[in-house]
């Protein structure tokens, strides 16, 4: 009877950890879902909060480091447009990411 009950235990316990392994698989895959909805809309006005601090000596914003970070994949891309390059000095520019903490892009 023992050896029945110690059977039943170890399939229960596998069980467990069956629906363990199959909670942290949904998990995985919601998250992943979250990140993949969550894209950035590269919309170079949403730094004009930083306009300021770019075009200028002063300090960039809690809002225009905010601004930075979320627009932070889209970065290059405005580096490379030639409408928006005559509107940012290059080096305030890194100033102002630096300041934000958010890494220069090697485009």
Not at 39 to 45: G, H, I, K, L, Q
Not at 61 to 73: G, I, M, R, V, Y
Request: aromatic share 4%; charged share 20%; with cysteine.
């Amino acid at each position: 009877m023992d050896e029945n009950l110690g059977f039943w235990a170890i399939l229960k316990r596998e069980k467990m950890k069956a629906s363990h392994i199959a909670v942290c698989a949904i998990l995985v895959l919601l998250l992943a879902e979250t990140q993949v909805s969550m894209a950035v809309t590269c919309t170079p006005t949403q730094l004009s909060p930083c306009r300021s601090a770019i075009t200028s000596s002063s300090p960039p914003t809690k809002l225009c480091c905010s601004k930075l970070k979320e627009q932070q994949p889209c970065l290059c891309q405005y580096l490379k447009n030639p409408n928006l390059k005559k509107y940012i000095d290059p080096a305030k520019a890194r100033k102002v990411a630096a300041a934000c903490g958010v890494p220069v892009p090697k485009c």
